[in-house]
């Protein structure tokens, strides 16, 4: 799963986008459709899932642990689970690849199992924090040995029966909350996460919906989350939505490129995930909802994407846990704006497949964006509306959003900009390229 060869990419202006899209399935509830029925008694099937690396490491773990998980067609799987409490002990160190979603929440399902699990990764993947999983998991009583730093490989030595906490995250995080509750589903009592700050609750939902007890309260101090432990999952049919966070590069591609009109179909608009949309609106983006309906339990629509004139703003930093993952292509929508954007209180960009702040900061100024980078995020000064000067190579760091981010860049710069390898890409959206030729084909480049 690590990409031993770069594939480097050279991408120049091809004019306007248009047409229709279909995003992939969204990855944060693939990762958990998978998860949670490896754990139901019985046969789910799923539609929808997406085909990406990041959801196939988490696949292959759950196989190596006891799951019947056979691909039926294309994004459609059949999971045959263990019930809760009869993950087998795996054979080997699973290999996680470049997904941190797949490390944390499935490490969150190894404490409360009788199993050792080893957990390894890329060398982006081993340089991510883990002890915001380790801390609470240990609190249930899982025995974890990491690497220094609480970085990879680790093992996860797992308890039966855990113990119950009740746990504030101290970080703004759907992957420990959702380490957490997955623990607690094997786990007698209740386990409760307190989260001062919302984020994505596709795990709630999904929990809810395969039969767990789980009860959600907004309370002064924040959303307080609630399994009962021992839960008998239930198998589900389920439909996952088209990816917002894969929806983002058309979403902007289309916002800057004059002339582009561009559908982009099945696209999930759960609250927690529609900062962009939000804040690209604010910025003057024409972007309108079509057909607003429900898909998989999720709130969706189609959007209609036409460029627009963008002008800079000050991102609310409360919109960070709602486009946590859409901050760089937002940085290249700021880039073509009119006047500065300023972008705070995204500290968490720092710790994801690369620093995020770093990386989009040496690839916005090498492309001839003015910019300054802050601790916690970015100003930058918009070209209003004209293309930016591109003709350089830059570092996709083993971050699939870092290289889709910049190949957007690249339509609209005066010179193509190379990326030194858009290998990672296919962690999350392995048909970008061929989406992109789609809706503006590389050979009328200017
Ligand atoms: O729970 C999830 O599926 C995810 C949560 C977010 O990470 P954090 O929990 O680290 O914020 C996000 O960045 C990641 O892409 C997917
Ligand atoms: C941060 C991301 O994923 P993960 O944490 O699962 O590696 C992402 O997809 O942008």
Not at 140 to 168: C, E, F, K, N, Q
Not at 423 to 438: C, H, K, N, V
């Amino acid at each position: 799963m690590s990409h031993v060869t770069p594939q480097p990419w050279h991408v120049s202006p091809r004019g306007a986008l248009s047409g229709s899209v279909r995003v992939p399935g969204d990855k944060s509830i693939s990762h958990r459709a998978l998860m949670l029925s490896a754990l139901a008694v019985g046969e789910s099937r799923i539609d929808g899932l997406l085909e990406g690396e990041d959801v196939l490491a988490t696949a292959a773990a759950l196989r190596r642990m006891g799951a019947t998980i056979e691909r039926e067609g294309e994004g459609r799987w059949r999971v045959h689970g263990v019930g809760v409490g009869g993950l087998l002990q795996p054979e080997g160190a699973l290999d996680m690849g470049n997904s941190g979603t797949s490390t944390r929440l499935l490490m969150g399902l190894v404490a409360s199992h009788g199993v050792t699990a080893t957990f390894t990764g890329d060398a982006s993947l081993s340089k991510r924090p883990m002890n915001r999983v380790i801390d609470p998991l240990a609190q249930m009583g899982a025995d974890i040995t990491s690497s220094p730093g609480g970085r990879l490989p680790l093992m996860v030595r797992g308890i039966v029966p855990a113990v119950p906490i009740r746990y504030t995250l101290p970080v703004a995080s759907a992957q420990v909350k959702s380490a957490v509750l997955l623990a607690g589903l094997n786990t007698p009592g209740i386990t409760q996460v307190l989260e001062p700050v919302s984020t994505r609750d596709h795990s709630e939902r999904m929990l809810a919906g395969f039969g767990a007890d789980v009860t959600v309260e907004e309370t002064s101090e924040g959303r307080l989350i609630s399994i009962r432990g021992e839960a008998e999952l239930k198998p589900q049919q389920i439909v996952v939505p088209g990816d917002p966070s894969s929806a983002a590069f058309w979403m902007v591609a289309a916002s800057v490129v004059p002339g582009s009109d561009v559908l982009i179909e099945n696209v999930g608009l759960n609250s927690t995930r529609a900062g962009l949309l939000q804040a690209l609106r604010m910025m003057g983006a024409d972007i309108a909802e079509q057909d607003a309906r429900t898909v998989g339990g999720e709130p969706v629509a189609d959007l209609r994407v036409r460029h627009a004139a963008l002008v800079g703003i000050e991102v609310p930093p409360a919109l960070a846990p709602s486009m946590i993952d859409e901050y760089p292509v937002l940085f290249v929508a700021a880039a073509f704006a009119q006047g500065r954007t300023v972008a705070r209180g995204a500290e968490e960009l720092r710790v994801k497949e690369s620093d995020r702040i770093a990386a989009m900061a040496t690839a916005l100024s090498a492309c001839g964006v003015t910019l300054s980078e802050h601790e916690d995020g970015l100003t930058i000064e918009g070209s209003g509306g004209e293309p930016i000067a591109g003709g350089t190579t830059i570092a996709s760091l083993l971050d699939h959003r870092i290289a889709m981010s910049l190949a957007v860049a690249g339509l609209h710069a005066r010179r193509a900009i190379t990326i030194d390898d858009a290998g990672p890409i296919a962690t999350s959206y392995p048909t970008f390229r061929a989406t992109l030729d789609g809706l503006a084909p590389a050979e009328i480049a200017a």
